[in-house]
């Protein structure tokens, strides 16, 4: 069994940080393929920024105010936040792409999402 779980959301002023974190637990082999969506009211679920095998890509709406790093040790993922905006409101979601065994297989697990509100 896989766990995902994110924590370090809540309310801050519009230019204001926050820092995310996502922690993944139980059986793993690998996890080097992580990434942070977020899903505003009404709107559809987008990706906000990924890492993969050290890799890092982000949305053009956060490039330059928003980091993402990985702690492979901890099995941990990061998310930095600065310079937030009204429009950073969302339900932000942790996706860890896992391979539970030396095989090729990996499996996608979420978390199950952390509010950032941001007031202007």
């Known amino acids: 069994q896989v766990q995902v779980v994110e924590s370090g959301g809540g309310l801050v002023q519009a230019g204001g940080s926050l820092r995310l974190s996502c922690a993944a637990s139980?059986?793993?082999?690998?996890?080097?393929?992580m990434r942070w969506y977020r899903q505003a009211p009404g709107k559809q679920r987008e990706l906000v920024a990924a890492?993969?095998?050290?890799?890092?890509t982000y949305a053009d709406s956060v490039k330059g105010r928003f980091t993402i790093s990985l702690d492979n040790a901890e099995n941990t993922v990061y998310l930095q936040m600065n310079s937030l905006k009204p429009e950073d409101t969302a339900v932000y979601y942790c996706?860890?792409?896992?391979?539970?065994?030396?095989?090729?297989?990996?499996?996608?697990?979420w978390g199950q999402g952390t509010q950032v509100t941001v007031s202007s």
């Open positions: 139980g059986s793993i082999f690998s996890c080097n393929d």
């Open positions: 996706n860890a792409v896992i391979a539970p065994t030396p095989n090729p297989y990996k499996y996608s697990y």
């Open positions: 890492i993969t095998s050290g890799r890092t």
